[in-house]
């Protein structure tokens, strides 16, 4: 909720259009957090053992995805804004992780 209303709210002062703010919080949202839904989900996970089995694994397949994504992104030829995107992101998030592991050796 969080992290849609401030998307939502940035957009807003941005363009000013209710369904254009919608649309984007609605992408960054499930860009930053990823998109838990049932048509998200892979065909392994859909049948009933298959979520019994697999209920605590989408955080880490969207982790792993997102990961997957914006290196690719990275690597392949691009134009610049989004090479740099997916840089960002990419570097962002492993960096954070990789603090977060040394902080919790000390």
């Known amino acids: 909720e969080a992290m849609f209303m401030t998307s939502f709210r940035l957009n807003m002062e941005q363009h000013g259009d209710f ?3 919608v649309s984007q919080a609605t992408y960054d ?4 957090l ?3 839904g049932e048509s998200n989900r892979p065909a392994f996970m859909k049948n009933s053992v298959g979520k019994v ?3 605590f694994m989408m955080y880490p397949l969207h982790v792993t ?3 997957l994504k914006n290196f690719k992104e990275m690597v392949k ?3 610049g804004r989004s090479r ?3 840089s960002y992101k990419f570097f962002g998030l492993a960096l954070s992780w990789g603090c977060w592991v040394q902080h919790g050796k000390s």
Do not use: I
């Open 53 to 55: 089995l697999t209920q």
């Open 19 to 21: 369904t254009r703010a």
């Open 29 to 32: 949202t499930n860009e930053a």
């Open 65 to 67: 995805m997102f990961l």
């Open 77 to 79: 030829p691009m134009n």
């Open 84 to 86: 740099a995107e997916a």
């Open 34 to 36: 990823g998109d838990y």
